[in-house]
């Protein structure tokens, strides 16, 4: 199958998503599909670019820049993107081509037009990734009000609703965020978010050439913005600065991340450092005891992080600060990988951190139990062909 794989990320970007993606048409590959990566891209030099990554090929093609500094620079880039995409997509040789699957991940919530256009020529299904309800959760932590802003951004999400043949969602509780959107035409889903296990080649950062050297190792990966709520979080890393022999890794990027660096300038129990490669996470996660999760406390749509994958696949045990009642704390919880904490007590928030430093026989049982369930439920393969099946297509390569 000839499948275009649409997103706004893709390496050499070190996000989530760039590096699911990476994962996914990875796999398509090796189960005998000939997948597309189209990605926009800020250069000006050429209007499309084609390359080959790890036996993948990835066509660039030119765009504004959607990471402005501005919220208002940012939107209008979003909006015109899926235009100034399918235009130079017109203009590559993959102009005439006739898709045999449509894919897209979302966020962002503006591909609704390219993709319904590639489809009328293509006359092929689609299936949207789904990761963030937006903008319902930007209203929940106060972002957004429900004003013309949300409206236009509702419009805009329905618009890739529409021209999706399926829909897959991260849990089975935001099936209902979509739900009036079921046809007979059209499939809901849980799509569970996936993650390769790669070695471990090392790591630029070496924790025993650092201040938290001998220390139990709390780690936290990935972006660090409005939406994860840090607040409770720092205010715990601060108080716990008597026990010697626990430390705080912070790895990521992310609009609070200069001000959460800039906190902790004089102190011995925390190191913040710029994000690294993937190919160095597994080695990373080597040298950390507990993977440490943060989700804003309004935010009430269901989400399971990359970082949260990440942790499980390589076998970290889990402490996050999240929403009660959301399907993250029954996965954690269920499946005792973890602990979890809904309140917003520093001291109650301490004594998880305690338990998990100090009791090394449970960590090891979490960190069994983790690996078990990212084997299960997070595999690069089972989301690779689970897409594959809506299409009604079964692989050339056998599992």
Not at 31 to 48: E, F, M, N, R, Y
Not at 188 to 209: D, Q, R
Not at 249 to 254: D, P, T, W
Not at 314 to 339: F, H, M, N, W
Request: proline share 6%.
């Amino acid at each position: 199958m000839l499948i275009a794989l649409i997103s706004t990320d893709y390496p050499p970007l070190r996000t989530s998503a760039a590096v699911q993606l990476h994962d996914l048409a990875r796999k398509l590959v090796l189960l005998g599909h000939d997948p597309i990566v189209i990605v926009p891209s800020p250069q000006k030099t050429a209007a499309w670019t084609l390359e080959r990554i790890d036996g993948v090929q990835v066509l660039r093609v030119h765009s504004r820049p959607t990471r402005a500094a501005s919220r208002v620079l940012r939107v209008i880039s979003e909006m015109l993107l899926p235009f100034s995409m399918y235009l130079n997509i017109r203009r590559s040789p993959f102009r005439s081509v006739r898709w045999d699957l449509i894919v897209w991940y979302s966020p962002p919530i503006f591909f609704g037009p390219l993709v319904a256009q590639l489809r009328r020529t293509s006359d092929a299904p689609t299936y949207l990734i789904l990761r963030d309800i937006f903008p319902e959760w930007a209203v929940d932590i106060g972002l957004m009000r429900r004003g013309p802003i949300y409206v236009l951004f509702k419009t805009v999400a329905a618009i890739q609703y529409f021209v999706a043949d399926t829909i897959g969602v991260q849990t089975e509780s935001n099936l209902a965020y979509v739900s009036r959107w079921a046809r007979p035409s059209r499939r809901l889903e849980v799509l569970h978010n996936w993650l390769t296990v790669e070695p471990n080649t090392g790591c630029s950062i070496e924790i025993e050439k650092t201040c938290l050297a001998g220390r139990k190792i709390f780690v936290y990966i990935g972006n660090m913005g409005v939406a994860q709520g840090l607040d409770l979080l720092m205010d715990l890393v601060e108080s716990i600065r008597d026990r010697k022999d626990i430390g705080f890794l912070f790895v990521g990027r992310g609009t609070e991340f200069p001000s959460c660096q800039a906190r902790f300038r004089e102190v011995d129990n925390v190191l913040f450092h710029p994000e690294i490669p993937a190919a160095e996470i597994p080695g990373l996660l080597a040298q950390c005891h507990v993977g440490l999760v943060a989700l804003h406390p309004d935010h009430r749509t269901h989400n399971i992080p990359g970082k949260f994958v990440s942790y499980v696949q390589y076998g970290l045990p889990v402490l996050a600060r999240i929403s009660e009642g959301t399907d993250l704390q029954g996965l954690i919880e269920d499946y005792g990988i973890g602990k979890v904490y809904v309140g917003s007590s520093v001291r109650d928030f301490q004594i998880l951190v305690g338990q998990l430093a100090d009791d090394e026989a449970l960590r090891h049982t979490m960190s069994v139990r983790a690996k078990k369930l990212g084997q299960s439920l997070f595999s690069s393969e089972a989301a690779a062909r689970q897409i594959i099946a809506s299409a009604g297509a079964s692989e050339q390569i056998p599992g």
